[in-house]
């Protein structure tokens, strides 16, 4: 009988410990290989650096943080069913990013569609925490008969567990820096719908008393580093809007960005940019067709909705120099860690509605 070989503590230590090393080779390699497979469906984290407007070179960008693949509520369908008519959509409005206009095409498409559309702004909201705040949305939603549009400056606040169905939540943006001069200007010039609505004298009158100063250029704001162009609540506008009335979303910090990128991904189903507003509206009508069938032809065609766009240009814009983008634009850099991050979404919502 053949004699078999012991094995000893130095044999089967050897034994283990290639056994180990082998396994960490293979799911380091697989690790890899996953990560490989999903980087184009990836979002590219800003660095601490200079931002650029084209998002091919933004892309280009890389840092530590956020990433995963990103998964959509709703599919793009153009025909709705059953259950989209028994939602009711909520654009969270932003100041100066195209909220009316979008606003008007719901108007206009309350007849052809059945369309029960409320406009629910209440600038005391701004004041409010997040439970009053969520008794607001409760009563309004409450009110509205599905299919509906609630259009409203509130910040995000998600309805009460007792409501019968959670909304569908829609917002749109615009690049940051773009944003605050628009603002600036409309401040002192309003608008094609306030010069129409509010005398020239009285308009004066009102901004006399606030002190604001209607010869100044937005570039002579920043130089003199007026609080109304460089201060502290200048920061943050999208990130709050997103964040909503959580105690982190009072200030412009990180932790308020990665609040307001986690409910943009969990609970919006669509969030837009002004600089491709013709696809937004191409995008809403797909992905909720129940409401916005047809939208894309009111948007080009409809006079009411062009008499709004044409009413909600700000008056005596003016470009900005050189100088003034580059202190703004590292002034705003967490609202453009946002803008870039709601630019690759609909990036993304675009190729899957084949856009």
């Given at each position: 009988?053949?004699?078999?070989?012991?094995?000893?503590?130095t044999y089967v230590a050897t034994v283990s410990l290639w056994l180990v090393m082998a396994y960490i080779a293979w799911d380091f390699g697989y690790s890899v290989?996953?990560?490989?497979?999903?980087?184009?469906?990836?979002?590219?984290?800003?660095?601490?650096?200079?931002?650029?407007?084209?998002?091919?070179?933004?892309?280009?960008?890389?840092?530590?943080?956020?990433?995963?693949?990103?998964?959509?509520?709703?599919?793009?369908?153009?025909?709705?069913?059953?259950?989209?008519?028994?939602?009711?959509?909520?654009?969270?409005?932003?100041?100066?990013?195209?909220?009316?206009?979008?606003?008007?095409?719901?108007?206009?498409?309350?007849?052809?569609?059945?369309?029960?559309?409320?406009?629910?702004?209440?600038?005391?909201?701004?004041?409010?925490?997040?439970?009053?705040?969520?008794?607001?949305?409760?009563?309004?939603?409450?009110?509205?008969?599905?299919?509906?549009?609630?259009?409203?400056?509130?910040?995000?606040?998600?309805?009460?567990?007792?409501?019968?169905?959670?909304?569908?939540?829609?917002?749109?943006?615009?690049?940051?820096?773009?944003?605050?001069?628009?603002?600036?200007?409309?401040?002192?010039?309003?608008?094609?719908?306030?010069?129409?609505?509010?005398?020239?004298?009285?308009?004066?009158?009102?901004?006399?008393?606030?002190?604001?100063?209607?010869?100044?250029?937005?570039?002579?704001?920043?130089?003199?580093?007026?609080?109304?162009?460089?201060?502290?609540?200048?920061?943050?506008?999208?990130?709050?809007?997103?964040?909503?009335?959580?105690?982190?979303?009072?200030?412009?910090?990180?932790?308020?960005?990665?609040?307001?990128?986690?409910?943009?991904?969990?609970?919006?189903?669509?969030?837009?940019?002004?600089?491709?507003?013709?696809?937004?509206?191409?995008?809403?009508?797909?992905?909720?067709?129940?409401?916005?069938?047809?939208?894309?032809?009111?948007?080009?065609?409809?006079?009411?909705?062009?008499?709004?766009?044409?009413?909600?240009?700000?008056?005596?814009?003016?470009?900005?120099?050189?100088?003034?983008?580059?202190?703004?634009?590292?002034?705003?850099?967490?609202?453009?860690?946002?803008?870039?991050?709601?630019?690759?979404?609909?990036?993304?919502?675009?190729?899957?509605?084949?856009?």
């Amino acid at each position: 009988m053949p004699k078999v070989p012991r094995c000893n503590a130095t044999y089967v230590a050897t034994v283990s410990l290639w056994l180990v090393m082998a396994y960490i080779a293979w799911d380091f390699g697989y690790s890899v290989g996953r990560r490989s497979a999903t980087r184009t469906w990836e979002y590219p984290r800003q660095d601490s650096g200079s931002y650029e407007t084209d998002f091919d070179v933004a892309r280009s960008h890389s840092g530590n943080g956020t990433r995963g693949v990103e998964r959509f509520p709703r599919p793009c369908r153009l025909d709705e069913g059953v259950e989209d008519k028994r939602h009711i959509a909520v654009f969270h409005s932003v100041t100066k990013c195209a909220g009316r206009t979008i606003l008007s095409i719901a108007f206009a498409q309350q007849h052809p569609l059945s369309l029960s559309v409320k406009s629910a702004l209440n600038y005391s909201l701004e004041t409010k925490d997040e439970v009053n705040a969520r008794i607001y949305m409760n009563r309004i939603l409450n009110a509205m008969t599905p299919p509906g549009f609630v259009y409203t400056n509130a910040r995000f606040v998600l309805p009460s567990a007792s409501y019968f169905k959670q909304p569908i939540l829609v917002s749109m943006i615009r690049d940051p820096l773009q944003r605050l001069v628009s603002t600036f200007y409309h401040t002192r010039f309003g608008d094609g719908l306030k010069a129409r609505t509010v005398g020239e004298m009285a308009w004066r009158f009102e901004l006399e008393a606030k002190h604001v100063n209607i010869s100044e250029s937005f570039d002579e704001c920043v130089k003199a580093e007026k609080p109304e162009c460089t201060g502290e609540r200048t920061k943050g506008a999208l990130i709050r809007q997103f964040c909503g009335y959580h105690s982190e979303c009072k200030t412009a910090s990180p932790a308020a960005l990665i609040r307001a990128k986690s409910n943009i991904k969990s609970h919006f189903m669509l969030v837009g940019i002004l600089e491709e507003m013709d696809d937004f509206v191409k995008v809403l009508e797909r992905l909720t067709p129940a409401t916005f069938k047809g939208a894309f032809e009111k948007f080009e065609n409809d006079a009411r909705v062009q008499a709004v766009i044409a009413d909600s240009k700000t008056v005596g814009l003016q470009s900005i120099s050189d100088y003034t983008a580059k202190i703004l634009r590292k002034h705003l850099a967490l609202d453009y860690e946002l803008y870039y991050y709601v630019q690759w979404r609909f990036m993304r919502q675009k190729q899957e509605c084949g856009l």
